[in-house]
Nanobody, 126 residues
Framework: QVQVVESGGGLVQAGGFLRLSCAASGRSSSTYAVGWFRQAPGKERVFVAAINWNGGITYYADSVKGRFTISRDIAKNTVHLQMNSLQPEDTAVYYC???????????????????WGQGTQVSVSS
């Protein structure tokens, strides 16, 4: 069993930045890929970014490319999502998830991921 816990959400003005963290624990948790998703009120949970087990492969949704950066601290078994130039449309609950490294670029649906955190709220005011 793998546990993932998100932290770092908050309220920020448009143009600002936040850094989310996803701490993983449990058996073989360091060997899993980690993905970030977000869910706005009344909308589906959508893919944001993903990183493979050693941090060497990353993928981003088009909506966040150039603004968000996903990285992995292997020593701390933690994945970070640096979010810059935040806009009101980035407002959502952000979730991290752990899953397989295989075909990572195709794992853009929530159903592709196994272990989920409880989420952290990100609110961007205009």
């Amino acid at each position: 069993q793998v546990q993932v816990v998100e932290s770092g959400g908050g309220l920020v003005q448009a143009g600002g930045f936040l850094r989310l963290s996803c701490a993983a624990s449990g058996r073989s948790s360091s060997t899993y890929a980690v993905g970030w998703f977000r869910q706005a009120p009344g909308k589906e949970r959508v893919f944001v970014a993903a990183i493979n087990w050693n941090g060497g492969i990353t993928y981003y949704a088009d909506s966040v490319k150039g603004r968000f950066t996903i990285s992995r601290d292997i020593a701390k078994n933690t994945v970070h999502l640096q979010m810059n130039s935040l806009q009101p449309e980035d407002t959502a609950v952000y979730y991290c998830a752990a899953g397989s490294n295989e075909d990572l670029e195709r794992r853009t649906y929530a159903s592709n991921w196994i272990y989920w955190g409880q989420g952290t709220q990100v609110s961007v005011s205009s």
